[in-house]
């Protein structure tokens, strides 16, 4: 059974970077797309970005100037930074395995993690 | 406000269909295909419908979902309590280079 776990601290402070890690297991992260997808609280799903193990990477042109993300094959983990938060930012952050047919069907999930900027 | 426009709200009694829109453009619906999502409340979004109407895994087959043009659909028969919950589209855009997601759906079983 797949299954994802985001970690990271809850509360940055504005103008610093957000930092989240999503630990995956019982899959082998050198499979699939990887993605980040945030939910502002009380709002809607906004896609972040992805990333394949061979560390190829797409970002939303929305947040592309200040999105990273990587992928650490020897850990099964992938990660985001998020530099020059606002309250803006605040929102439950989730990361998702694709099917393996499109990276762009989010089929796993995490439990999402909540970060608050202040 | 959203490039894949839904329903803010839809309500329908128990044992009874209801459906969700997804309204897009030629750029977003129009060439991709859309992908149905249910969230439980407090919970992560799970898939429902990937590929405009192939049902996921272990879902019911109680919904369905349906595409035409620059928009789809998202079908719930036989509604039942636990389905109250919000439903998101998404579908990649063309013009904005992105995934994006439709504003979402709360449906209330009455």
């Known amino acids: 059974q797949v299954h994802l776990q985001e970690s990271g601290p809850g509360l940055v402070k504005p103008s610093e970077t957000l930092s989240l890690t999503c630990t995956v297991s019982?899959?082998?992260?050198?499979?699939?797309?990887w993605s980040w997808i945030r939910q502002p609280p009380g709002k809607g799903l906004e896609w972040i970005g992805y990333?394949?193990?061979?560390?190829?990477?797409k970002y939303n042109p929305s947040l592309k100037r200040r999105v990273t993300i990587s992928v650490d094959t020897s850990k099964n983990q992938f990660s985001l930074k998020l530099s020059s938060v606002t309250t803006a930012d605040t929102a439950v952050f989730y990361c998702?395995?694709?099917?393996?047919?499109?990276?762009?069907?989010?089929?796993?999930w995490g439990q999402g993690a909540l970060v608050t900027v202040s | 406000q959203s490039v894949l426009t839904q329903p803010p709200s839809v309500s329908e009694a128990p044992r009874q269909r209801v459906t969700i829109s997804c309204s897009g453009s030629?750029?977003?619906?129009?060439?991709?295909?859309v992908n149905w999502y249910q969230q439980l409340p407090g919970k992560a979004p799970k898939l429902l419908i990937y590929?405009?109407?192939l049902l996921s895994s272990g879902v019911s087959d109680r919904f369905s979902g349906s595409k035409s043009g620059t928009s789809a659909s998202l079908a719930i028969s036989g509604l039942q309590s636990e389905d109250e919950a919000d439903y998101y589209c998404?579908?990649?855009?063309?013009?904005?280079?992105?995934?994006?997601f439709g504003g979402g759906t709360k449906l209330t079983v009455l």
């Open positions: 019982g899959d082998s992260i050198s499979s699939y797309y």
């Open positions: 998404a579908a990649w855009d063309d013009s904005l280079n992105a995934l994006v």
């Open positions: 590929y405009n109407d």
């Open positions: 990333i394949h193990y061979s560390g190829s990477a």
């Open positions: 998702a395995r694709a099917r393996s047919s499109s990276w762009a069907v989010f089929e796993y």
């Open positions: 030629s750029s977003s619906i129009g060439t991709n295909a």
